[in-house]
């Protein structure tokens, strides 16, 4: 049944992006195209995507493009997200292992959340793909009127949701921002090198390892 305290869980909190699906180099193509199409090549991209994972696009393009107003941004956002959805509803691909901790854990007795910073759309896109609705609880977002990463709202959200404290809810991320925001929220965070390697976590104090992919993670972390 559920890990006591030798584990010390009873609820598990997965970011979306670069989590729990691979779509990192899909929205890194469509930003790249999309600011190219504003005339505003990135000069680096690696730069960018290390700064931006995370954030919201409305906080994004705030810092890009002060001068707009936020209608605008939003319709920025949205040109961008079209790309996106366009190679993700054909190609994207889910992290290796992370649908099955998800049914493992459902079966275990483990609450779950998707906490992402993603719009609707492209939350849509993932679910309807992978069957994601079936194994989580509850999805927190900024669509909730909730502050993107590493504001802690999207984690605590879903701990009251969940009705868990924060100490028993393990993040998982793969963007230090996000890490960041799981220790502001209280919680402890496992991170997942999918877009930077593990010395980006190292500072975090509220990190517990790090693995390559969900095949890699210590289940003992999480069951006895």
């Keep these: ?53 995370g954030r919201t696009n409305a906080e994004i393009l705030a810092e890009y493009f002060p001068q707009h107003t936020a209608e605008v941004h939003e319709a920025m956002a949205d040109a961008k997200e079209a790309l996106y959805r366009a190679e993700a509803a054909v190609q994207l691909q889910a992290i290796a292992g992370g649908l099955a901790l998800l049914q493992t854990a459902r079966a275990r007795g483990l609450k779950l959340a998707v906490c992402t910073a993603a719009p609707p759309g492209n939350i849509a896109v993932a679910f309807e793909r992978f069957g994601l609705g079936a194994l989580v609880d509850t999805v927190t977002s900024p669509a909730d009127g909730l502050r993107g990463k590493p504001h802690p709202d999207i984690f605590e959200a879903a701990a009251q949701r969940l009705a868990c404290p924060p100490e028993r809810c393990l993040v998982f991320e793969d963007a230090p921002l996000g890490v960041e925001a799981a220790r ?23 990190l517990i390892g790090t693995a390559r992919d969900f095949t890699e993670l210590d289940q003992t972390l999480l069951f006895v």
Excluded: K, V, Y
């Design 184 to 206: 502001r929220a209280g919680m402890r965070a496992f991170a997942l090198t999918t877009t930077l390697d593990a010395a980006a976590f190292q500072p975090f104090s509220n």
């Design 1 to 53: 049944m559920l890990a006591g305290p030798a584990a010390g869980f009873d609820a598990l909190l997965f970011d979306l992006d670069g989590t729990l699906i691979d779509s990192m180099p899909l929205h890194q193509r469509a930003w790249s195209q999309w600011f190219a199409g504003q005339g505003r090549p990135l000069a680096d991209e690696a730069g960018f995507f290390a700064a931006t994972a």
